[in-house]
């Protein structure tokens, strides 16, 4: 176990509503960054978060929006869902001088 | 887009024998990592072999990385049913300031008892 914890493990939702999945990081790592899995795919990086900044973003539309707390722990916000939403959100903590990512167990998102 | 490519996509072996996986990628790199994901739930590292290095090892695992050729591959050894999981391999490019993972697509790795 990480230490990484994420909430919910599950979700359904449907188009055109917003999500937020929640992310509390390993004790002591300050960066929390946030991918999208979609099925029998690799994790594709969203963005990351180093003290409540957004240091790093991939190719993802501006309805995709997070925020880091004091405590380091995140959020990740979907607005406007599309089909293609659907996938598994993974959350990662590390120091921000090591290159060490811990995962949590991450959120299914089901949009329908 | 992925950075990465595994080879093979898919792999069945049985257990006690070795299993090798390779992973290609495009651009240079600060460092390279393989993961663990066992049934589509969080993943697990592994490893993780920077870009001056040539060879690493843990426990049951030997990693290599060849810059010039831009590939690693990951070999198990001894394996078990346990090691049934998705391997993927992920880089941290040398270029820009955060330390984001540019994962491949993976390899299923399929071990019977």
């Known amino acids: 176990e990480t230490g990484v914890t994420q909430s919910p493990t599950h979700l359904i939702k449907t188009r055109g509503q917003q999500v937020t999945l929640r992310c509390s990081s390993q ?44 405590n380091y722990s995140s959020e990740l916000n979907v607005n406007a869902l599309e089909l293609d939403d659907s996938a598994l959100y993974l959350c990662a903590s590390s120091l921000w001088d090591r290159e060490t990512q811990y995962f949590g167990p991450g959120t299914r998102l089901l949009v329908l | 887009s992925q950075q990465g490519e595994e080879d093979p996509q898919a792999l069945s072996i049985q257990e006690g024998e070795n299993a090798t996986m390779n992973c290609s990628y495009k651009t240079s790199i600060n460092n ?45 050894t001894a394996s078990r049913a346990a090691d049934t999981a998705s391997y993927f391999c992920a880089t941290v490019p040398s270029e ?16 019977r008892p």
């Open chain 2, 32 to 76: 390279l990592q393989w993961y663990r994901q066992n049934s589509g739930r969080g993943l697990v590292h592994l490893i993780l072999i920077r870009s001056n290095e040539r060879e690493k090892h843990s426990g049951r695992l030997r990693v290599t990385l060849d810059t010039s050729k831009k590939s690693s591959s990951l070999l198990i």
């Open chain 2, 96 to 111: 820009g300031s955060s330390y984001k993972l540019i994962f491949g697509s993976g390899t299923r790795l399929l071990v």
């Open chain 1, 27 to 70: 004790s002591g790592h300050n960066t929390v960054s946030w991918y999208q899995q979609a099925l029998g795919q690799g994790p594709q990086f969203i963005f990351q978060y180093y003290r409540e900044e957004e240091n790093g973003r991939g190719n993802f539309p501006p309805r995709f929006s997070g925020l880091q707390f004091p």
